[in-house]
């Protein structure tokens, strides 16, 4: 990790954003919704490709690394219903949530990529979650450049339902098997491990995901405060005698 191929990663990574960005914000609106029903179908060949790859390696599947139970496995889930759904809140929540966890969630993979400390660099594990993660930041910088995703003041709390939902099922699998999806075991292995053994599980979830809640209100939301704050500041303000 932090390898010079790895920097390079990080830099291009952050040049093809900023491309996308300044693409997104002219390009016609069926251009960037082709393209993001491009990625869409890219993204879904990651997983299947890791368990080609595994089964062929190791002539099994390991259930507690394998499964799509991941924050990021979120985005690959999402994406397609942020365009192809016939329910406007469910588009809402899905666009939503592809532009605040999944571009948290594309920086943090790409910056903490615990895979580079397991395997060289030019391997495949390390090079597709590389990829997988270029795409969740890309794909969420298009969504915000074009407009694709307009955030509304209900998105503040919705944005975070799906989270909640796999961390359910997470925290079942946990109970049952042991496994750490969601960090659910202690983030093992990952530089949250740390955090987790000095508190308690519950705590450490909590401290986890409700710093991961607070962070996105103050990256993506906190425009919302500002409007509230600001209205209150002019309602308490007493009228100007003449």
């Known amino acids: 990790m932090?390898?010079?191929?790895?920097?390079?990663?990080?830099?291009?990574?952050?040049?093809l954003s900023l491309s996308a960005c300044r693409w997104a914000n002219r390009a016609a609106p069926a251009s960037v919704e082709l393209l993001l029903k491009a990625c869409a179908v890219a993204a879904l060949a990651f997983?299947?490709?890791?368990?080609?790859?595994?089964?062929?390696?190791?002539?099994?599947?390991?259930?507690?690394?394998?499964?799509?139970?991941?924050?990021?496995?979120?985005?690959?889930m999402l994406l397609p219903a942020a365009f192809l759904t016939c329910w406007?809140?469910?588009?809402q929540i899905a666009r939503a949530a592809i532009c605040t966890i999944g571009t948290l969630g594309g920086i943090f993979g790409l910056v903490f990529?615990?895979?580079?400390n397991r395997y060289p660099f030019f391997s495949f594990v390390p090079l597709r979650s590389l990829l997988y993660h270029v795409l969740m930041v890309v794909v969420a910088a298009v969504m915000w450049a074009s407009g694709f995703y307009r955030p509304q003041p209900e998105d503040r709390w919705r944005c975070f339902y799906p989270v909640l939902l796999l961390l359910g099922v997470c925290l079942i699998c946990n109970h049952c098997f042991?496994?750490?999806?969601?960090?659910?075991?202690?983030?093992?292995?990952?530089?949250?491990?740390?955090l987790s053994s000095?508190?308690?599980?519950?705590?450490?979830?909590?401290?986890?995901?409700?710093?991961?809640?607070?962070?996105?209100?103050?990256?993506?939301?906190?425009?919302?405060?500002l409007?509230?704050?600001?209205?209150?500041?002019?309602?308490?303000?007493?009228?100007?005698?003449?």
């Open 2 to 15: 932090f390898q010079l191929p790895h920097l390079l990663v990080l830099l291009g990574a952050t040049a």
């Open 88 to 91: 406007p809140r469910l588009c």
């Open 198 to 225: 000095r508190l308690p599980r519950g705590a450490f979830l909590l401290l986890l995901y409700g710093g991961l809640l607070g962070l996105i209100q103050l990256l993506f939301y906190r425009n919302f405060y």
């Open 227 to 242: 409007q509230a704050f600001r209205k209150r500041n002019r309602q308490a303000q007493p009228p100007i005698l003449s």
């Open 178 to 194: 042991g496994w750490d999806y969601c960090y659910t075991a202690g983030g093992l292995g990952t530089p949250l491990e740390r």
């Open 47 to 76: 997983d299947p490709a890791y368990w080609i790859w595994e089964w062929r390696s190791f002539g099994q599947l390991d259930l507690s690394q394998t499964l799509p139970l991941y924050l990021c496995s979120l985005f690959w």
């Open 113 to 116: 990529n615990v895979y580079l």
